[in-house]
């Protein structure tokens, strides 16, 4: 059993709230999590974006910062890091993952599109809403089912995605695939599916593109879990992924190791031109996009720390200890566990708290209140939709996701997570549902403000 393959050098001092300072804070904060305070948080797992520990190489990356506006030396060394990994003819850096969402898709949907995925994040879902476009989800049946344990629950139901495009190929401007899958539990996407994904694109002259914030995690699942792998290096299936694709949508603050940035890539030159010309009007120049030097410098090296497989075994054992405690402890989790997070299954936790009371959201409460740690909804309050008749359709799952920072937190920390969810379970039967008082539309769990019922 390896320890981490790294040691500390910097901390950063937290502390934990009293109890009744916790109350006051989760009422200030209309019981949105997003609105309390970092510093009143003891353990941050609302998030595994943007909150990863650089190491020393990218510090010292960082003092290399060119700020040249045009042709930075920065640039260079995240176009070789990019050229090596990910291979496409082309990319501009962006700010972050939703910007290069947002510069896709305001270039190529047009309203009435259909953009399917194996499961848009939320980002994504509102960027294609936004431009007029209609984000379809077409995961395979056991990305539902909670607790059934299979290697690949991310994967595209390839089925659906040639029934779709049988019927509607022209209203279809690209097809995306999300590695690994955030709303259905960091569940990894096989090889095997994203190469049948591909030969129907082929097929029907559509080009893919891959949401591949987490592909490195990824890869590992796919090294770890599928015949044939075993002994590629992560370097050499990212490849091969990322040969089956036209291109990627890319935030840089998940495997990049970095607290900002991202890219878009693509092979087709024509979509390139039009990016730039885009990027331009809302980021900047194409060799900076949203980001300083010194930025890109970090990303550039991050990216290679991001493959390192030592990293990588510690960083997903990490989560997977959390997942194997709370499983020990009887607390519904999604089945398996997947690669950033370890996602608790509310509707199974709480299962007197209907859906329309948002029972994730109540938990996330409840966790805060109970020791200080934020968690995130992914639930009703982030998926549930309006049908043509004004009727709301809820989300099939119903989660409260606990993800891992990467290179931030010992175990330790994820016991007293542990001891938290114990303590709750004890007397989960006095927790109340919650009401929306404010908040509307796509992103509304950013900024929505509820109340408790009871
Ligand atoms: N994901 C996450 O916490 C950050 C925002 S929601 C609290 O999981 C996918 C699969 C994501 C994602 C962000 C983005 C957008 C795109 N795709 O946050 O804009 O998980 O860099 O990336 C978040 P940016």
Known sequence: MLAEPYRIKVVEPVKIPSRKQRER????????????????????????????????????????????????????????????????????????????????????????????????????????????????????????????????????????????????????????????????????????????????????????????????????????????????????????????????????????????????????????EKVKQRLILVEGFPTYGGLAGRDLEAMARGLLEGIDEDYLRSRIAQVHYLGKRLNEEGIPIIQPVGGHAVYVEAKHFLPHIPQAEFPAQALVVELYREAAVRAVEIGSVMFAEKDEKGKTKYPKLEMMRLAIPRRVYTNAHMDVVVEAHVKISERKEEISGYKIVKGSGPLRHFTAWFKPVK
């Open 25 to 272: 804070i989760l009422k200030k904060a209309h019981y949105n999590i997003f609105n309390v305070r970092s510093e009143d948080v003891y353990i941050d797992l609302l998030t595994d974006s943007g909150t990863a520990a650089m190491s020393c190489n990218q510090w010292a990356g960082i003092m290399l910062g060119d700020e040249a506006y045009a042709n930075c030396r920065n640039y260079f060394n995240l176009k070789r890091a990019i050229k090596k990994i990910f291979g496409f003819k082309h990319f501009v850096p962006t700010h972050q993952g939703r910007a290069a969402e947002h510069i896709l898709f305001s270039t190529i949907i047009k309203p009435g599109m259909i953009v399917p995925s194996n499961m848009h994040f939320d980002t994504t879902r509102a960027n294609i809403i936004a431009n007029g476009g209609k984000p379809i989800n077409l995961p395979v049946n056991d990305a539902y089912k909670p607790f059934k344990k299979a290697p690949f629950k991310g994967n595209m139901d390839t089925k659906k995605l040639r029934k779709l495009l049988d019927e509607d190929s022209e209203k279809v401007p690209l097809v995306m695939l999300t590695i690994t899958n955030n709303s259905c539990g960091g569940q990894p996407v096989s090889m095997k599916n994203i190469r049948k994904v591909s030969k129907i694109c082929k097929d029907y002259g559509k080009p893919l593109f891959i949401d591949a914030c987490r592909y490195a995690e990824n890869a590992y699942f796919i090294k770890e879990r599928e015949p044939g792998y075993k002994n590629k290096s992560i370097l050499e299936i990212a490849n091969e992924i990322f040969s089956l694709a036209d291109g990627c949508t890319f935030s840089g603050k998940k495997d990049a190791l970095v607290n900002i940035g991202g890219f878009l890539a693509m092979n087709d030159s024509k979509l390139f």
